[in-house]
């Protein structure tokens, strides 16, 4: 069956520290991959997204998420968090011929200590 | 441009009552989607359209109706609310395919069902 699992409910990291959100997924194709961040009270806002080509994609905010075709991940990091970046981050995925049905994972909420 | 826009942003219902969530666009995109978000699930798609006219379902679309009779708007009609249909509903809608291509989400409606 088609899923899309991010393993980490909840991540506490100090601010100015590194972040890595997991996400993996199962689907018989490559499909189109996204990560999403969701603030306290606000929709879903597009951090970036892979089609194709380049592995290592660049979004907003100072994150970054790499493809890896053999481990069926989608993994979002982030060198040096900020207080703002404490939302929860949600992974999707889409299948190339309707990748608007996108299926999201559960979510990752990211807390940031001082 | 407004994006995608929801209302109510907020309702309560009592079970057996029916409403709709409205949902517009003034993007002219060709694609909308319905999802609800409950904890520890993700969003989940309910409904979908592809175009004026064109509608179909999603992951649970049970107890839910939706149709398109224009371009920018989408309604999501429950018709029986019941206590399972207590989330928080979000509306998106989609660009041109391409390498631009991506999903833009409203703020949501929360809806509680007594």
């Known amino acids: 069956a088609q899923s899309v699992t991010q393993p980490d409910i909840h991540i506490t990291v100090s601010e100015g520290a590194s972040l890595e959100l997991r996400c993996n997924y199962s689907y018989g194709a490559t499909p189109y991959l996204f990560w999403y961040v969701q603030s306290p009270g606000q929709g879903l806002q597009l951090l970036l997204k892979y089609f194709s080509g380049d592995t290592l994609v660049q979004g907003i905010k100072g994150f970054e998420a790499e493809f890896k075709r053999s481990q069926s991940s989608f993994n979002l990091r982030k060198p040096s968090v900020h207080w703002s970046d404490a939302a929860e981050y949600f992974c999707?995925?889409?299948?190339?011929?309707?990748?608007?049905?996108?299926?999201f994972g559960a979510g990752t909420q990211v807390v940031v200590t001082p | 441009n407004a994006g995608v826009t929801q209302t109510p942003k907020f309702q309560v219902l009592k079970t057996g009552q029916s409403m709709t969530l409205q949902c517009a666009q003034d993007?002219?995109?060709?694609?909308m989607s319905w999802y609800r978000q409950d904890p520890g699930m993700g969003l989940r798609l309910i409904h979908y359209s592809v175009g004026a006219g064109i509608t179909d379902q999603g992951e649970v679309p049970n107890g839910y109706n939706v149709s398109r009779s224009t371009t920018e708007d989408f309604p999501l009609r429950l018709l029986s609310a019941a206590p399972s249909q207590t989330s928080v509903y979000f509306c998106?809608?989609?660009?041109?395919?391409?390498?631009?291509?991506?999903?833009?989400f409203g703020p949501g409606t929360r809806l509680l069902v007594l």
């Open positions: 998106a809608s989609r660009s041109p395919s391409g390498s631009r291509e991506t999903q833009y």
């Open positions: 993007m002219n995109h060709e694609y």
């Open positions: 999707a995925v889409g299948l190339t011929d309707s990748w608007g049905k996108l299926q």
